[in-house]
């Protein structure tokens, strides 16, 4: 409906209602990274952010929450902080300024239409964090039944929920090798699991060197690809890389905080890349269909989102 009286790039304004544990835990790394890391103040707040920030990244059980390590670990690749953290407040209060404008020349019924989708983008992804929690709390859980029956824990999660249940009631031992690298879960009418060519993705189709998408986070910016199809790809993602995935999710966001751009094969305004994208200032194009079969891990690329071309 809310597309009936906006335009794209009216539409593109719409931002979430509030911050989202994403970007506060953004501007808490970066208001502690711009202080002495021999400061007493320092020790404090890197204790406070990591009680309250672990979990968001664990967003499924195959993560591992934040620790004091991997924060110190994430804070040696930012460059001038408090320049990153003027740069995130000022893309806030821009999409803020762009909202307040574009509702400003609508009806007051369309203005309460508008308000309202914008609290439903919100709660997506404040969804998403509830699972993120849900995971991080479970995570012990998970872990003493992977001991239990003789399996690492993501060894473990290749399994669905009723071949866990069996095993633990005194089914037969699955074996999760044949899983290790593709599988895939099928529900039509009931859950069936597949594995070997079933979960295999497609093959790459011929190289072109240009691509068309759709902008959803204005900016020009120049990278080296990196491809993120399964969360292992996450370890291998560098600061400054052009992410290119099928789409994305809230176990990517640290890697779409230190990307360069983001490019997506599917997604639309009010996708999760869209959103996200946006809300860290990062150029962003989505839906341009095969940007994941055309690229591969370390081309070269430059994402022009003002024109919506890489």
Sequence with gaps: MVRMFLDDWNFY??????????????RSLLA??????????????????VKEYSWTAHKLLTMNPFTEKSILERMRGIAKPEERLRALEESRRALERGYSQTVRKLARSQQKIVAQYREILYLRTERADAVGK??????????????????????LLRFSYLEIHAMLSGGKRLDPKP?????????????????????????????????SGVVASKGIACGNVKIINDIPD???????????????????????????AIVTDIGGMTSHAAIV????????IINTKIATQVFK??????????????
């Design 297 to 310: 891990d370390g081309d070269r690329v430059e994402v022009d989102a003002e024109k919506g071309v890489v």
């Design 13 to 26: 304004k719409i931002a979430f209602a509030r911050a989202t544990a994403t970007v506060k835990e953004q």
């Design 179 to 211: 899983r290790e690298k593709y599988y895939s879960w099928i529900v039509d009418g009931k859950l069936s699991v597949h594995w070997g060519s079933w979960g295999r993705p497609k093959p790459s189709q011929k190289r072109v060197e240009k691509l």
């Design 234 to 260: 996450l370890a291998t993602f560098k600061r400054g890389n052009v992410l290119v995935a099928r789409y994305t999710n809230p176990n990517m966001v640290v890697a779409m905080e230190q990307a360069s």
């Design 32 to 49: 502690l990274a711009s202080l002495p890391r021999s400061s007493a103040r320092f020790k404090r707040n890197l204790a406070r952010h």
């Design 134 to 155: 849900s995971a991080a709390l479970a995570k012990p859980l998970f872990e003493h039944i992977a001991r239990k029956l003789g399996y690492t824990r993501e060894e």
């Design 277 to 284: 994208s946006r809300e860290l200032g990062v150029p962003c």
